[in-house]
């Protein structure tokens, strides 16, 4: 049973359509990496798995439904923009995420020690610059082992060595049977982290497939050039690099 | 703003209603569209006018049939004045808080930045041109159906005083926002500006009588010496102290309002905590310790303290009414606290609204998120509504008048998921809500607490029998109560 399926999603602010009619599935110990320009859709797609915009379609989390109350404590999210707390501090809002998951504090004391955030715990999380913010974020994401991990940009703001820690993080949830759904616009980080590739475009998922599948699909020698092909953006960059 | 030039004084004065509404309140459920938000603020500012001015006059054509005293007329334009100018001021000072963006994108422009006082001065009073306008033209009207000058210089008091403590108040800001922890303390402090002048909008039957006539030295005080007109003094030193202080206000403002181009956000100190994690089992106690922590750094401060402040002025009232008029007044007191205790749960929701994205990728229901709000909410009615009961008991105030407001709790309680159902609204807008919608929301929970109470006189009325009405206010409560949990349950 996969772990998370998403069928037929849309998500629309307004009269803007985000997300056109969408599927994929993530099993047990597969990492999903979701590709796309900026705009392309990823970022809504990221936030509907976790119940956080309206949407249509359907989003089942191992086979109980949709993900939203109690059924979110098999899930760790990490959102382009930090989902923290900022008028606590670091240890009360990490507090706070630890008693409503139930975890102890031998757990978060390893985190924190990972990512390095032990200076911070007394400080104010609006004072935290975007990295330590996400690294928060991450603890909070990480401290209760869920089974399914979505992170959205999670390298963006972060340190080579906080970027490492999460990239081995991820490969050991994987190891363990976990899935993971996660967006980023590095190709080669997702060449070399996921099993399987979503290419969103204009709100649709335009490939899909294995980094092989996907580069055979598109007739391309690197992802960076399936990409491009995928969302038909090859000759445009030339031409706007050679205007330039 | 469509089709009109944008200059340099719109764009700032779009910029600090943008930081000081919204950019602080914003969700991270949905992008927003900040000109929508500011369009909201401005619309907002329309509204409230507009209301002022119809009230202004309506007050007037009121006081005629009142015996109010010159003070007391003075102090209720005053609050009245004062408020509407802080309402709109207050939050657009938050964008000196914490918020290099301004300064950061106008350093980068060639623009001297002495030449940018009169203009920061003028977006600022931009913020409050229709309120200026709606107070004077409203205060004049006031004082010609009065047929004396009181509302229209108790009003320019209460501009004046409001201008001048914003202008404080955004010194204070800059002063503190190299700190965080000096900057929610200010944020929190600030947010009692608002109540001073509340005080006088919300008891005016306790000031309208204050007679000063015989206290001549007043005459030489700001705001008291209007109460001396028929004397030279009088006209003298209250023409003197208006203006004083707005010469003051006026000349202040464009260094005041320039501090936002020196404000900075406050650099994290690596700190260290001592002790282990202090991690409580229960989800609601740690979901209402987060939601105080929360609300004692913020703005939201002030809305907690709506109920004590009117829990204290009622006291004092308990021991300035005979004791043959305390028991019908009982009654008014009790509910109005009760109806004020209904500003927590509403404030909890409020500060929830920033980092929403945080609460909801964690295991927590609707109703998980209710209950925190409902144990406060119990311990601040029983709190205020015990102490107000034991002291009318002290003063022989019978148990017929006092157990229908220990009764009482189920209608404010109705407030939680009402106000549940229309933050997940707000969340849903994107983290700001459209101001009619605000007004209804507003009137449809007044309304809501205001049924049980409603009930209990009605089958009083009719059966007489005290048990019985209070019977049907509970039960009332708790179905109203039920009803909107499972609303709030199911929505979405």
């Known amino acids: ?244 | 703003m469509r089709g009109r030039r944008l200059t340099l004084e719109r764009a700032l004065a779009r910029e600090i209603l943008y930081q000081g509404y919204t950019a602080s309140r914003q969700s991270g459920l949905r992008p927003t569209n900040p000109m929508r938000s500011v369009s909201r603020a401005n619309t907002m500012k329309y509204v409230l006018s507009a209301i002022w001015l119809i009230a202004l006059i309506g007050y007037s054509f009121a006081l005629r049939f009142e015996r109010a005293t010159p003070l007391g007329m003075m102090l209720l334009f005053f609050g009245w004045g004062g408020i509407l100018i802080v309402s709109n001021l207050l939050p657009a000072s938050y964008a000196v808080q914490g918020s290099s963006y301004m300064r950061d994108a106008l350093y980068l422009l060639p623009i001297d930045e002495g030449g940018l006082e009169p203009t920061f001065a003028r977006a600022f009073i931009s913020l409050i041109d229709y309120p200026l306008v709606a107070l004077l033209a409203g205060s004049v009207v006031a004082s010609a159906i009065i047929g004396a000058p009181y509302p229209f210089l108790g009003t320019i008091f209460g501009i004046e005083v409001a201008i001048i403590a914003i202008e404080v108040t955004i010194f204070a800001f800059s002063s503190a926002s190299k700190s965080q922890t000096k900057s929610y303390a200010m944020r929190a402090l600030s947010a009692f500006l608002p109540l001073i002048f509340v005080m006088f909008m919300i008891s005016p039957t306790y000031f309208m009588g204050i007679d000063v006539s015989r206290y001549t030295l007043l005459e030489f005080l700001p705001l008291a010496s209007g109460a001396f007109l028929y004397s030279p003094v009088g006209v003298a030193f209250t023409a003197i102290w208006a203006a004083l202080l707005g010469y003051y206000a006026y000349t202040r403002l464009p260094s005041a309002a320039l501090r936002i181009l020196h404000a900075s956000s406050p650099a994290a100190i690596a700190k260290r905590v001592r002790g282990g994690w202090r991690i409580i089992r229960s989800r609601t106690l740690a979901i209402l310790r987060a939601d105080i922590q929360m609300s004692v750094r913020s703005v939201m401060i002030s809305m907690l303290v709506v109920p004590f402040v009117l829990f204290v002025i009622f006291m004092m009232t308990t021991y300035t009414t005979p004791p043959a008029v305390l028991g019908a007044m009982s009654a008014y007191y009790g509910i109005e606290i009760a109806y004020f205790t209904i500003f927590v749960p509403y404030s909890l929701y409020a500060i929830e609204v920033r980092g929403a994205a945080a609460m909801r990728t964690l295991p927590v229901t609707r109703v998980s998120m209710a209950l925190p709000k409902a144990l406060l909410l119990l311990v601040v009615y029983y709190a205020f509504e015990g102490a107000f009961s034991a002291a009318m008991a002290f003063r022989g105030v019978g148990p017929a008048y006092i157990v229908p407001l220990l009764a009482g709790f189920l209608a404010p309680a109705s407030s939680i998921p009402a106000a549940g159902i229309m933050f997940e609204r707000t969340l849903r807008e994107g983290g700001s809500l459209g101001t009619l919608q605000a007004i209804l929301n507003f009137i449809m929970i007044s309304l809501l607490v205001g049924v049980p109470y409603g009930i209990y006189y009605a089958v009083l009325y009719v059966t007489g029998v005290e048990l019985l009405g209070i019977a049907s206010m509970v039960s009332a409560g708790a179905l109203e109560f039920s009803v909107l949990m499972y609303l709030l349950s199911r929505y979405g």
């Open chain 1, 1 to 244: 049973m996969p772990v998370l399926r998403v069928s037929n999603l849309r998500v629309m602010y307004g009269q803007k359509v985000a997300v056109d009619g969408i599927s994929f599935r993530i099993a047990p110990g597969e990492i999903y990496g979701l590709l796309g320009p900026n705009g392309a859709g990823k970022t809504s797609t990221i936030k509907a798995a976790v119940n956080l915009v309206e949407y249509s379609g359907e989003i089942d989390l191992m086979g109980m439904g949709r993900p939203r109350g109690n059924l979110l404590n098999n899930v760790g999210a990490v959102l382009e923009t930090p989902a923290v707390l900022e008028a606590l501090t670091v240890k009360e809002f990490l507090e706070l995420v630890a008693s409503i998951r139930g975890v102890d504090g031998r757990r978060i004391d390893a985190l924190v020690q990972a990512f390095e955030l032990n200076e911070y715990l007394g400080a104010y999380i609006s004072t935290l610059s975007q990295g330590n913010k996400q690294k928060v974020a991450i603890v909070s994401a990480l401290m209760h082992r869920p089974k399914l991990l979505i992170l959205d940009e999670p390298f963006n703001a972060l340190d080579v060595k906080s970027a490492r820690i999460l990239k081995d993080v991820v490969q050991n949830h994987r190891r363990d049977g976990g899935a993971v759904l996660f967006s980023t616009h590095v190709m080669e980080i997702a060449e070399r982290m996921c099993d399987r590739i979503g290419i969103l475009n204009e709100g649709k998922l335009v490939m899909e497939g294995t980094t092989k599948s996907i580069l055979e699909q598109a007739r391309a020698g690197s992802l960076e050039e399936a990409f491009l092909r995928a969302i038909h953006a090859e000759e445009e960059v030339k031409e706007i690099a050679e205007a330039l």
